[in-house]
Structure formats: structure tokens, C-alpha cells
């Protein structure tokens, strides 16, 4: 009841933030920035993330998926209108940073979850089914504002449409409070462990890094490929005019195949492996890109990207079933594991934007996609040769 309560919640809340990270760059583009300075600013949302990382690690120790989730509430409460009434560059850099903040303690909050309430066999579906919520939202998010903005504009009331899903998901938080605020869901841990310094956590930081080392440099990279989707794909879904509603079937069959991922994912990992499905996935996610810079029919592009986005799916749901289990092993040191699996992910959003921006503005945006689907199978294809069959967490 706790984790379908969370997962509705979460749907909602995705319906909110897919129609803010689908009108965040129109709305940069319309005030004047260029692709290049739209990259930046939305790294700069990750780098604050990364940065963030380190403070929630030694600051929020062992607390508990509800304090982290009532902080992106109050967050989201405020980006909306934030958002459209700026038009500086420097005003747009707090803005990404407070956007930054929402995704560490949505992360954090679904990993403790998940981690507390589920068995090890079943981490991987559970993080399936999380997705599977926040996926299902995603995909309806940027289809309504996309037919808000073909059928009327894009102005403020369609902006703060979003407070209707927001204040949903809020109520949904407030049930979720009421099943899982008893001792037995709200102690963290079955332990304790005293307050350690920076230069103890530092030390922990560079152990856990040396150590998960290619599994986080491949979260890293998925994000490069998860970040210049929602960088250019909005942009680019607009350059068809001809289309009525191509802008948002773009993105559409970008999200939709998560919706049934999740039935064979477990299956999948459970035969071949977390960290081999996961590597061999996005590989074959990121093929689907290469014809991008040749290919003049959009229809053809919604296929590759339909067909790319099934496999980058599965790559998620394994990669995040192995981060969930290192969590589960690793007894005192969940906090530097996900934090290190969010830093890796803010590198990647700090990465994908800027060098999406970069390319896309040097050569054309469907270029820019070819270019780093080619840049991702080729680090991957160098990790799937290095990364340990068996990576033991010291508990």
C-alpha cells in the first residue's frame, strides 16, 4: 500500500515536472538564449545537484523518504512562476539550481523507499514500478502542454496548469504520510551511526568511488543520453510546423515504452544480469541515434526513437535494481552510495546539456543526436569489457 501510494504520487508529480522540463528550454529559447546557453543552464541545475550531493550525505543521514519528499514540494510550489516571470540569464541560474535540488531528493527519497520496503529480489521491479508511475506521468506531461500550446499558446495560465497535478500529488503525500509515519516505517535504520567529519566522509566518498567506479561512469553516460533528450528534443519537436502534432509525439514515444518495460525487466536481469543488461541495452538504445543526422522523414524518427527508448528503459530499470542492491548491502553507508549514484547522474546532466548545446548549435540538433549516441557506445562498450562480474560492498 505504501509503495502504490508513493508510485501515484510520483505519477502526479511527473505530470507536473514533464511539463516544466518540456516548457523550460521553449521558454529560454522565446527570451532570447541560444541552444548553447540553454545547455549551460540547465548543467548548472545539475551541477548544484552534484554539489548538493555531498551535503545531503553528511546532513540528511539516515532520514527518511518523507522529509525528503515534502522538501520538493515546498521546491515546486515556487519554480513554476519563477520560471516565466524571469527573463535574466543570472536570474535563470537560481532558478536551474532550485530545479536541481527537486531531482537529489526525489532520488533519494524512491531509493530509501524502495531499500526499506521491498526484499533484494524484488529491487529491481520495484524500481520498475516507480519508474513505470513517474514514467506514465512523464509521458502525459509533455502531451498536455504540447496540446495546450498547439491549441492555444504558451503563456502563463498554461504554465500554472500545473499546480492542478502538484496539489494532487501533495494530497497523495499527506496519505502516504498517514500509512507510513508509524515507528516501523519511520526509523531509517535498524542501527545507528554517529555524526562523522569531512575528512571521514571525504575518505568514504574516494573508497565507495574507487570502488563502484564503472557502474557509476556508466550511470553517468545514461544520463548524458537521458539529458540531450530533454535538451533538444523540446526545440526540436518544434521545427515542424507542417506537423500539428509532431511536438508532441516526439516526446510521446520517447516515454511511452517505459509504460511496458517494466513486465520483462526483471525477467531480463534476473538471467543475464544487472550491470550486463543495463550496458548492453543502452548500446543498442544508442544505435538507434546514428541514423539521426541522415534520416529526412519524421516519421522514421519517431520509429528510432520509440525503438531506442525501450532499450535505454531497460538500461535504467537494471542500472537502478544494482544501485538498490548496493544500498541494501552496504548497511552504514547507503547515504555515499546514492549520493555517488546522484553525483554520477548530476555529472551526466552537467555533461549531456552543455555538449548537446555545443553540437547542436555548431551542426544542427540531429547531428548533435548522432554524434553523442556515438560518443555513448563507444564508453560503453569500453565498460562492458572492464566493469567486475561481482562488485562486494563492504558492510
Known sequence: MVLATAGFMLFFWSIYDGIISY???????????????????ISFSAIFGAVFDILISKYFRFSHFLRYFIFVFIICLSYPLLLWSNSNFFGYLFIMALWGLTYDFINFGIYDLVARVSQKSQHTYNISLIGGFKSAGYLLGPLIIAFLISSWTLNLVSVSFTYLFLSIALTL??????????????????????SINWSIERQLWRQFGHLLFPVLAFNCVFFIFEATFWTLGPIFSQQFPDLKYFSFLFMGVYIFPSLFVIRFAQKITSRFGKKHTAYVSLIISSVFLLPFSISTSPYLLLVMVFFSTIFATLAWSAIGGAFVDYVAESDFYDSEIIGL?????????????????????IYGIR?????????????????????????????
Open 367 to 395: 547531428t548533435a543526436f548522432t554524434i553523442i549516441g556515438l560518443v555513448c557506445i563507444i564508453i560503453v562498450i569500453c565498460l562492458l569489457f572492464t566493469t567486475p562480474r561481482h562488485i562486494k560492498i563492504p558492510s
Open 173 to 194: 503525500y499527506v496519505v502516504l504520510f498517514s500509512l507510513s509515519s508509524t515507528k516501523e516505517f519511520f526509523e531509517p535504520l535498524p542501527y545507528e551511526r554517529k
Open 341 to 361: 549514484k546522484d553525483f554520477s547522474a548530476n555529472l551526466g546532466y552537467v555533461i549531456g546539456p552543455t555538449l548537446a548545446g555545443v553540437l547542436s548549435d
Open 23 to 41: 516548457v523550460t528550454p521553449i521558454i529560454m529559447e522565446n527570451r532570447g538564449l541560444t541552444n548553447t546557453e540553454i545547455g549551460l543552464l
